[in-house]
């Protein structure tokens, strides 16, 4: 008997995975029928999930361009095997030889491609192997390799300009950590020795950054393991579901990067959609898959709640709405695509229209955080000089009394 991981559909219409002991494929297949699923993947799990996990893997951006290469292929009217064996011809790196040689073997074997991919594991996620999925059950490979390309390259462009939005705020942020850090536990102390000598009361700010300069003096080893016990602590609990819910909706509630998130999960959801939905994908596999493409576990509730409303008939707008998470135009554009028929070419263009809006939200983003970062140095900039220069000047009233 051998173990099989299995995809399938349930009596519901809700997506389920499990694994079944079975004799042969067939025989598994036949095992999750007889639970009253309907198998979409059925592939043999025996010892492969603890290959995967040491097999290697490759960024985004290799990825997206393997498939772009494959699609190239295929549309100049190569096989897929023959595409495979000439993207692996001119492959440079020894992770992507590596993976389109397991690939080649697989389909090589008869099997379908976007099984050798979900069988290969990392950095084939559930996205791109239903994609391929759709791409081998739509007869339209190329055209739907070249679609799940350009969304990984927009994933890959989206996050370089978040992250370029983000780079210069933390800079200056760290370099003035640093500042504040060196002047208060090193340089105040000295300046302020004279001073003490000559028995000047000093003010509050100054006693203030004396004790936090003391206090740093003689628990800095315990604050390193304040720290370190704390980012344990931090990364257990934000792995409790529950707990990562009522992060990632706080995240959504504060100004400017709340709809900044928001944003940037309306146009992957979007554009992930429409993209699946072009290449043949039945919605409620492809509400399934665009769910864990979100990054917030809000968001992802509330596609849950779609997904549940569209499995007992309802349209998608309608939940959609409900949810309160999805912009009304969204809404809009998905219910007169629904009415239509076109709700594909819909959400393509609807896409495009978020893509902007991330643009200009990163943009709001970027001019907002200076600003608020230059207040806030400009308060911790003030306290300090306040602690240098009141008791400079109180020697100098005193000094200026004894005469």
């Known amino acids: 008997m051998r173990s099989f991981a299995y995809q399938a559909i349930d009596g519901n219409g809700r997506s389920v995975s499990g ?7 067939d025989a598994a297949m036949n095992s999750v029928r007889d639970l009253g699923r309907t198998p979409t993947e059925v592939v ?15 960024p985004a951006s290799e990825v997206a361009a393997l498939m772009r290469e494959l699609a190239t292929g295929i549309e100049a009217g190569l096989p897929l095997m023959q595409s495979l064996v000439t993207v692996r011809r001119q492959s440079t790196g020894q992770k992507q030889a590596v993976i389109l040689d397991f690939l080649i073997e697989k389909v090589e074997a008869g099997r379908p491609l976007h099984e050798a991919c ?21 007869g339209r490979m190329h055209e739907v ?41 090193i340089l105040l102390p000295k300046l302020m020795v004279p001073l003490q000598q000559q028995g000047v009361e000093l003010p509050w700010p100054t006693s203030v950054l004396l004790g936090i300069a003391d ?3 003689a628990w800095w080893w315990a604050m390193i393991g304040v720290v370190v016990v704390g980012v344990l602590v ?43 939905s072009s290449a ?46 999805f912009p009304p135009l969204l809404v809009q554009i998905v219910n007169i695509g629904e009415r239509s028929g076109r709700l594909e070419g819909m959400l393509m263009h609807a ?31 003030a306290f300090v000089l306040s602690a240098i220069l009141l008791p400079l000047l109180e020697m100098q009233e005193a000094i200026s009394n004894t005469r």
């Open 19 to 25: 694994t079944v002991m079975a004799s042969s494929r």
């Open 44 to 58: 043999e799990a025996d010892g492969d999930m603890a290959a995967s996990a040491s097999r290697p893997t490759i």
């Open 118 to 138: 979900r069988e290969y594991g990392a950095p084939f996620d559930d996205m791109i192997v239903g994609m391929i999925r759709a791409a081998d059950a739509s």
């Open 145 to 185: 390799l070249h679609q799940l390309a350009d969304l990984l390259e927009r994933s890959l462009e989206l996050r370089r300009e978040l992250v370029g939005a983000t780079i210069y705020p933390m800079i200056v942020l760290s370099i003035m950590g640093i500042s504040v850090a060196i002047f208060v536990t």
């Open 215 to 217: 206090f740093i003096g």
């Open 234 to 276: 931090w990364r257990g609990w934000s792995r409790v579901p529950s707990n990562q819910r009522i992060v990632d909706g706080l995240l959504l509630r504060i100004p400017v990067l709340g709809n900044l998130l928001r944003d940037i999960a309306v146009a992957r959801f979007t554009r992930t959609l429409g993209t699946l």
């Open 280 to 325: 043949g994908v039945p919605i409620l596999t492809a509400l399934s898959i665009v769910r864990d493409t979100l990054g917030n576990t809000v968001m992802m509730d509330a596609i849950d709640e779609v997904r549940e409303r569209v499995t007992t008939g309802g349209s998608l707008a309608t939940p959609l709405e409900r949810c309160g998470h």
């Open 351 to 381: 896409a495009s229209a978020f893509d902007r809006q991330v643009n200009n939200s990163l943009k709001v983003f970027t001019k907002a955080l200076p600003p608020f970062l230059l207040v806030i140095m400009a308060a911790i900039a």
